[in-house]
């Protein structure tokens, strides 16, 4: 079965410090996408990072980098320098395409705050 | 451009009842996914349709049903509502063709059912 599990239910960080975000999936298929989604108060799920399995280089966006390790199945999100903005409930998530369709498989996220 | 829509935002229902959720994609989009969100918990995939076709669906009751209208905007409709059945509802469009793949979100319709 395709599962995401998150570890961590909730993580705090100091503002301008680094944190890291863990998350393990399992699946049968061969190629396929991870995701990191950033959910704040206001409800929109908003895509942080993607990563395509077959790359070998990991992801990066300005502060936000990620830790892809294949074999291990291990997909963790690196946050540089925390803003306050960052503050919000954090889903990694895996494409599933089997059966003909194509979803997204989240962990049950990780709350994530910054303190001044 | 505008993003993907979804209407209303807040929805209160007694049991029973009967719901409709509405969903615009981004303009060029043609496949939309519906995902439940429970409070606490990361979203719960209940449908996908592609060109007006349902591709996949999750492991949902019959009492909740979708359809795709030809221009790409969606239903989800949810008969006979349960106190279980209030969650966020988020609607997600993506292109539905072969390359990068990525779901756009919808800010959700948050239903409660009283």
């Known amino acids: 079965a395709q599962t995401v599990t998150q570890s961590q239910p909730e993580m705090s960080v100091q503002e301008a410090e680094t944190v890291t975000l863990s998350c393990t999936y399992d699946?049968?298929?061969?190629?396929?996408?991870l995701f990191w989604y950033k959910q704040p108060p206001s409800r929109q799920m908003i895509l942080v990072i993607r990563?395509?399995?077959?790359?070998?280089q990991n992801a990066t966006e300005n502060r936000f980098s990620v830790n892809f390790q294949k074999a291990a199945k291990s997909f963790s999100l690196k946050i540089s320098d925390s803003q306050l903005g960052d503050a919000a409930m954090y889903f990694c998530?895996?494409?599933?395409?089997?059966?003909?369709?194509?979803?997204?498989?989240f962990g049950k996220g990780t709350k994530l705050t910054v303190n001044p | 451009d505008a993003g993907v829509t979804q209407s209303p935002t807040h929805l209160i229902k007694t049991r029973g009842q009967h719901v409709t959720l509405r969903c615009s994609p981004i303009s060029g989009h043609k496949s939309v996914s519906w995902y439940q969100q429970v409070l606490g918990q990361g979203p719960q995939f209940i449908f996908q349709?592609?060109?007006?076709?349902?591709?996949g669906r999750g492991n949902f009751p019959d009492r909740f049903s979708a359809r795709q209208f030809p221009n790409y905007s969606s239903e989800l409709n949810v008969n006979a509502l349960l106190l279980g059945d209030s969650a966020l509802y988020l609607c997600?469009?993506?292109?539905?063709?072969?390359?990068?793949?990525?779901?756009?979100f919808g800010p959700g319709t948050r239903l409660t059912v009283l």
């Open positions: 990563q395509e399995a077959y790359k070998q």
């Open positions: 998530a895996y494409r599933c395409a089997l059966g003909g369709s194509e979803k997204l498989v």
């Open positions: 699946t049968s298929e061969s190629d396929y996408y």
């Open positions: 997600a469009s993506s292109t539905g063709l072969a390359g990068p793949w990525e779901q756009f």
């Open positions: 349709y592609y060109e007006k076709e349902e591709r």
